[in-house]
């Protein structure tokens, strides 16, 4: 039986990259972990020497010719950015401090 | 035939033949959505402008040109597949405003074809969801009962095409994105194989399992839309090489003295009475039919819930890390001076994703995490090989195996918002189609006490959608529940 912790969901969401709000973080405390004991009822299952099957394609990925062909254009490409300069480059807040 | 009647593909031939112009059905579709969609919301754009533009030149080329099979026929597409010049918003917040710089593999083959994008429609936000009630525009409305949920996550594709809103819409299916929508609006709704139809342009979900299909009124029209989008694509890497087959030629055959397997053991708990009754019933027609029907265990279909609520979120929580605030639409106000690039991705990503995707994002990322991975992702993974060998032993002797498409019909609005858990239960019958990658059809069986629609599921072997649309055009023969119309519906039948 999984037990998560506020402190668990803290770390998650840190590592997912979301700033949760207080009551974010006491909400889905609650729910990921009736979730996760939910997910317990896996380990009921022998899977000794059980292959894993990561994709339901079994054929070979296709290949296509390694041919130069055109990009879209850069004007294009940064038209929903929420901000971009003139220059062709996405303009972000500071990286270093 | 006149347009205000029109309901199928074959419909709009007909009125075509008979010389209404591609214009005059696209201005029909559009005078309904107009009048029709307010309280149902199926759709979170009109792409009005684009449409009769597109119709026109239809018009000018001629409907009788024999490379469009699909002239004139709007098509309704859900809001997480690329369209070029129109929002693609997956109905969440983090992309309002993002227009689609190119059009997604199944745009440019339909467009081809000669259909008419009429506009985009709502679903659960980056189709992470099952009801249409997580989008930053508001939740979809079932057509049979507007308090109902239509489904999800594509709610608004299945609702468009139930009320005759649309003929024909596209949505994906990664858990049961289509065939649960369907069978909630009583139409039907095909999960192609796993590669029958290029993803390139779809707003990636779990990218093992999403899969772009059909909604229509019809088996037949199910058929030719699938005809439309499928075959192999160089964009998309995963796209099977397997020969596309004439679906429409294949209809016209009953599939000779099919058997038909149905896991009775897992229909026993859990499924609604009126569900029960309904789908015996449609059994029993497939069996009046010549349909041999034998009992097939699935061992491992219990199991089918966790799986995919382990594989999936993973999966999604690696592909939604691209919304980071910097490259597409959305990003949110932060102080300038005091800001740096993780609090700006960090604040983007909390207010721009809704509930429902933070919910699986922590899921997946927690799953991942250094010592879970091999407790939940890699046991996972195990376990679906075991539900994949479960249906590769049942095919040995049987052509189809027939569930119910969910254990209820619709449910209320807000009725399970709080308790994701029993909301993904009811993916129990859905979700192993994806995970094993092979085809499966939700075709409409009958009603309720409540008078909502049921569905009946068929999977079938990889690669053979054939089987599954000669069974459904059969059942449809003897069982048209199709004619019926929803109250919601623009048109009554």
């Not at chain 2, 990322?365 to 249906?391: E, F, N, P």
Request: hydrophobic share 40%.
């Amino acid at each position: 039986m999984i037990t998560l912790s506020r402190s668990d969901v803290e770390r998650i969401a840190a590592l997912a990259h979301l700033e949760l709000t207080e009551s974010e973080t006491d909400r889905f405390t609650r729910q990921l972990g009736e979730i996760l004991s939910y997910f317990d009822r896996l380990q009921q299952i022998d899977t000794t020497g059980v292959p894993a099957t990561t994709h339901p394609v079994t054929s070979a990925p296709v290949m296509r010719a390694d041919n130069r062909r055109p990009s879209m254009p850069r004007d294009e490409a940064l038209a929903n950015a929420p901000d971009s300069c003139g220059d062709g480059l996405f303009r972000v807040p500071k990286v270093i401090g | 035939m006149t347009a205000s009647s029109i309901q199928t593909i074959a419909d709009i031939r007909t009125a075509m033949a008979e010389g209404l112009t591609a214009v005059d059905i696209c201005a029909q579709y559009l005078e309904r959505i107009a009048a029709h969609d307010g309280p149902i919301h199926a759709f979170t754009h009109v792409a009005k402008e684009q449409a009769l533009e597109r119709a026109e030149s239809i018009d000018r080329r001629g409907a009788e040109d024999p490379d469009l099979p699909l002239a004139g026929v709007p098509v309704a597409v859900k809001d997480n597949i690329c369209t070029r010049g129109l929002p693609t918003t997956a109905s969440s917040r983090i992309l309002e405003g993002f227009v689609a710089p190119y059009d997604a593999t199944v745009i440019d083959r339909l467009t081809k074809a000669g259909a008419v994008v009429i506009g985009k429609t709502n679903c659960d936000e980056f189709a992470v969801g099952s009801t249409t009630e997580h989008s930053v525009s508001g939740p979809t409305h079932n057509p049979w009962n507007l308090e109902r949920v239509p489904g999800g996550s594509s709610g608004g594709s299945a609702a468009a095409v139930a009320a005759r809103l649309s003929p024909i819409a596209v949505g994906s299916d990664t858990g049961g994105s289509i065939r649960q929508p369907a069978a909630f609006c009583g139409i039907v709704g095909l999960k192609p194989t796993y590669g029958r139809v290029s993803r390139y342009g779809l707003l990636a979900f779990a990218s093992s399992l999403d899969q772009i299909g059909p909604f229509a009124l019809t088996v037949s029209d199910a058929a030719t839309l699938l005809q439309a989008i499928a075959g192999q694509d160089s964009c998309d890497a995963t796209s099977a090489v397997e020969a596309v087959p004439a679906f429409d030629a294949a209809l016209r055959e009953p599939v000779p003295n099919p058997t038909i397997g149905v896991p009775w053991q897992i229909l026993e708990d859990g499924v609604d009475p009126d569900v029960h009754t309904a789908f015996s019933a449609a059994i029993d027609v497939l069996r009046g039919q010549g349909a041999k029907i034998v009992d097939v265990p699935l061992p491992h279909a219990g199991y089918a819930v966790p799986t995919y609520y382990v594989v999936a979120p993973a999966e999604a929580s690696s592909n939604l890390a691209r919304y980071d605030g910097v490259r597409y639409a959305y990003r949110a106000p932060v102080d300038a001076a005091g800001a740096d690039l993780t609090s700006m991705y960090d604040r983007t990503r909390d207010t721009g994703f809704g509930d429902e995707v933070k919910r699986r994002i922590m899921l997946g990322t927690y799953i991942l995490s250094a010592g879970y991975y091999d407790a939940y992702y890699l046991k996972a993974q195990q376990v679906r090989t075991l539900i994949r060998r479960d249906y590769d032993t049942a095919f040995e002797r049987v052509d189809a195996i027939a569930m119910p498409t969910t254990p209820t019909p619709a449910f209320g609005l807000g009725e399970r918002s709080d308790d994701p858990l029993q909301l993904y239960l009811g993916d129990v019958f859905t979700a192993s189609a994806n995970l094993t990658g092979l085809p499966a059809i939700s075709l409409p069986c009958g009603y309720g006490a409540s008078g909502l629609p049921v569905g009946l599921q068929l999977t079938g072997r990889a690669f053979d959608e054939e089987t599954l649309l000669r069974l459904g055009a059969g059942y449809e023969r003897d069982a048209p529940w199709w004619r019926d119309t929803p109250p919601a519906a623009a048109i009554r039948g």
